[in-house]
Every structure is written in structure tokens, then in C-alpha cells.
């Protein structure tokens, strides 16, 4: 756990160490919030009900709050590190240290994501402390659960990230497997639109992707809303595609590590 502190302060220090570059990926998602809430006040302002789907102003709102603050833990600096690396061939450094690689990678994942999650809850915070009476409150029993659902969530994107990543030793540019993670991430996670308004099979399809685990999953502990499967196998989805993607990526790393070949001195 030491080893991992330090790679973690080392790698958050390097995120701070461009200031300008930091606080514009700290703040940018803003505009993504605040674009959020001017869309959806449209579309409710145009129902006649005052819901759309199962969500009603109040638990609309809160749902972009809280998927805002968890999807932007990981900013496309942080998850694009580790792919930049290979292109320019940096990540020599990371294969010769006598740490584990994805070790190295988890730690600077969670140093990068650290001062963002400090800005995100920050805010969120306070969005529940001017505005709670529009809001949809937690009930105290949920947040426990919501928390322990994101940590497992959490885990499992950064573990997607690595393995994506790992995909730049097989191309020649890595913005299109980037894009095309976002895509699929933003897309199925419920990060745009809730799950629940998907078509039946679009429903079905999204659940049987790892994506929803990562941020619908939490966010429907928080509101006290029905998961799909009852608690304890939500959980153990959670864990189980953490295990699978760890699997894929020792995979790939023992892969790349036989057919990679160091030059130079």
C-alpha cells in the first residue's frame, strides 16, 4: 500500500504541475452541467405531466447532479495518459520499474482522479444545499449502499480504461479506441440519458454491458430506485467484470511484454 501511495502522490503531482491545463480539465465539465439542466428544463417545461419516463423534475435534476459528478471523475487527460505514453514510447519507464504495470496504472488513475472528485462533490454539495428543495434527498439507509456501489463502479472503469489502453500497442493512434471508449461508456452508462428511458430492447442490450455498473447503478442506490437484479448480484456483476477485464488485461500486458523490444540507452 506504500508503493501505491507514492506512485499515486507522484502521479498527482505530475497533474499539477501544468496549472493551467489542470484547472481547465478540472472546471470544463461545468459547461456539460450547466448544458444539462438548461435541456432538460426545456423538456420539462414542454410536458404537460411534469414527468418524462419515471423521473419527475426533482428526481431529474438530482440525476444529473449525481452523474455528473461521478462521470467526471476520470477526465479524458487522465484516462488518455497511459495511451499518449505508448504512442510517444514514454511508457518504457512504467515496463522497467519493478512494480507491477497495471499497479502503476490504477495508482495514477486514482492520483489524476483525486482532485477532481474533491471540485465534483464539492459542487455537487452545494447545488444540494442552494437548491435541496427541487432536489430529490436520499433517504440515510441509500447512501451507504450508493457509496459502496460507486467505489466497486469506480474500479471497474478505471480497470475498462487500462485495458483500452493497452489496445494503443496494436495501432498507431490511439484516438479512435478513445473515442470510440467514450462513446460506448457515455452512451450505455446512463451518463446522457437514464437507462430507464431506453427502449425495452436497448434496455436489455445496455444491462448486459458492464457500463451501467459503473454509473446508473449508483446513482439508482442513491434514489432509492430498483436495480435490475436484487443487491447482492449487482454487486457481484460489479466485482465479476472487474475480474474479467483483470484477466483480459494480464491477457494483453503478457502479450505485449513478448513481442515488445527496448532500444536505446
Known amino acids: 500500500m506504500r508503493r501505491f501511495n507514492k506512485l499515486m502522490g507522484l502521479y498527482l503531482q505530475g497533474a499539477l504541475f501544468y496549472k493551467k491545463a489542470f484547472l481547465l480539465n478540472l472546471f470544463s465539465p461545468l459547461v456539460l452541467l450547466g448544458g444539462q439542466f438548461m435541456l432538460w428544463r426545456s423538456l420539462y417545461n414542454l410536458s404537460e405531466t411534469g414527468t418524462i419516463g419515471s423521473y419527475n423534475r426533482a428526481?431529474?435534476?438530482?440525476?444529473?447532479?449525481?452523474?455528473?459528478?461521478?462521470?467526471?471523475?476520470?477526465?479524458?487527460s487522465s484516462e488518455n495518459n497511459i495511451s499518449r505514453e505508448i504512442r510517444s514510447g514514454l511508457i518504457v519507464a512504467r515496463c522497467m520499474r519493478p512494480?507491477?504495470?497495471?499497479?502503476?496504472s490504477l495508482a495514477g488513475l486514482t492520483g489524476s482522479m483525486l482532485p477532481q472528485a474533491l471540485v465534483n462533490f464539492a459542487i455537487a454539495m452545494l447545488l444540494f444545499a442552494?437548491?435541496?428543495?427541487?432536489?430529490?434527498?436520499?433517504?440515510?439507509?441509500?447512501?451507504?449502499?450508493?457509496?459502496?456501489?460507486?467505489?466497486?463502479?469506480?474500479?471497474?472503469?478505471?480497470?475498462?480504461?487500462?485495458?483500452?489502453?493497452?489496445?494503443?500497442?496494436?495501432?498507431?493512434?490511439?484516438?479512435?479506441?478513445?473515442?470510440?471508449?467514450?462513446?460506448?461508456?457515455?452512451?450505455?452508462?446512463?451518463?446522457?440519458?437514464?437507462?430507464?428511458?431506453?427502449?425495452?430492447?436497448?434496455?436489455?442490450?445496455s444491462y448486459?454491458?458492464?457500463?451501467?455498473?459503473?454509473l446508473q447503478?449508483?446513482?439508482?442506490?442513491?434514489?432509492?430506485?430498483?436495480?435490475?437484479?436484487?443487491?447482492?448480484?449487482?454487486?457481484?456483476?460489479?466485482?465479476?467484470?472487474?475480474?474479467?477485464?483483470?484477466?483480459?488485461?494480464?491477457?494483453?500486458?503478457?502479450?505485449?511484454?513478448?513481442?515488445?523490444?527496448f532500444a536505446g540507452g
Open 59 to 76: 428526481g431529474m435534476y438530482t440525476y444529473i447532479i449525481v452523474a455528473f459528478a461521478i462521470n467526471n471523475l476520470l477526465t479524458w
Open 99 to 104: 512494480v507491477p504495470f497495471l499497479y502503476q
Open 130 to 205: 442552494l437548491f435541496g428543495s427541487h432536489l430529490a434527498l436520499p433517504s440515510p439507509a441509500a447512501i451507504p449502499l450508493a457509496l459502496l456501489s460507486l467505489l466497486f463502479g469506480i474500479l471497474l472503469r478505471m480497470m475498462l480504461v487500462s485495458c483500452f489502453s493497452l489496445l494503443c500497442f496494436f495501432t498507431t493512434s490511439h484516438l479512435g479506441l478513445s473515442w470510440t471508449r467514450t462513446a460506448l461508456t457515455e452512451f450505455f452508462s446512463g451518463a446522457l440519458i437514464p437507462i430507464s428511458m431506453f427502449p425495452g430492447w436497448l434496455k436489455t442490450v
Open 208 to 214: 448486459a454491458t458492464p457500463f451501467p455498473l459503473m
Open 217 to 261: 447503478t449508483p446513482i439508482s442506490l442513491f434514489l432509492g430506485e430498483a436495480t435490475p437484479l436484487p443487491l447482492p448480484v449487482t454487486f457481484g456483476l460489479q466485482i465479476g467484470w472487474t475480474a474479467v477485464f483483470l484477466v483480459l488485461h494480464e491477457v494483453l500486458y503478457a502479450k505485449i511484454r513478448k513481442n515488445l523490444t
